[in-house]
């Protein structure tokens, strides 16, 4: 049996500010700029059964995919479900966003090698491939998160913005461009706010 549980402690889920929206997510905290809320919840096969079966959340389903292809759409379970979207982009402070699937290895610092055959250097948690898949903070994260694209003061409310190239991208089942790829590397290079963890 699946279990899932929102354990992102940094929000709160209230009453939108936005005119009709339902609930929506807080923070509690500060949130830096280039922080992320994982986007967590279980994993359908994109146009399968269990995908047909859960049609009730369409609405609410990411795209999601370790390798560029969105052969999986993520039916949310916690936070990112309910992050409401707002009607001006200027009120918008996150934005979805993919994550590497691996990062460079923290034990060895990505020194760890092979060649020809031998370790130059093994640290014993990448072994060897210098690399590792990126630590989760929730076990049911996939690759897209909300980034926050801005600081977000304590007690704001968490606003994305419509995605719809993303959005259509997810409706095909295309995969993601190198183009997108190129977009997201380029923000990692920035190193800010401690997400050069996340680079290779
Ligand atoms: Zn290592």
């Known amino acids: 049996m699946v279990v899932v549980e929102e354990t992102d402690p940094r929000f709160y889920v209230a009453e939108s500010k936005l005119p009709g929206a339902g609930f929506g997510v807080f ?113 049911h994260a996939i690759r897209v998160a909300y980034v926050a694209i801005r600081d977000i003061e304590p007690g704001e409310e968490v606003l994305g913005n419509y995605n719809k190239k993303l959005g259509q991208m997810a409706a095909d089942g295309t995969s993601w461009t190198s183009e997108d790829q190129e977009e997201w590397d380029k923000f990692l290079k920035r190193k800010l706010y401690g997400l050069e963890v996340l680079t290779g």
């Open 27 to 139: 923070t509690k905290v500060k949130v830096n700029k280039g922080d992320f809320l994982e986007i967590i919840g279980v994993c359908v096969k994109f146009g399968g059964m269990a995908d047909k079966c859960t049609h009730y959340a369409n609405a609410y389903k990411f795209a999601a995919e370790p390798d560029g292809q969105f052969v999986h759409s993520l039916v949310p379970m916690g936070l990112g479900g309910i992050v409401n979207q707002a009607n001006e982009k200027s009120q918008q402070n996150v934005a979805i966003m993919h994550l590497p699937e691996t990062v460079r290895c923290d034990t060895c610092n990505g020194t760890c090698k092979v060649d020809n055959g031998t370790f130059i250097a093994v640290c014993g948690k990448c072994e060897g491939k210098g690399m590792m898949p990126r630590p989760k903070r929730n076990p």
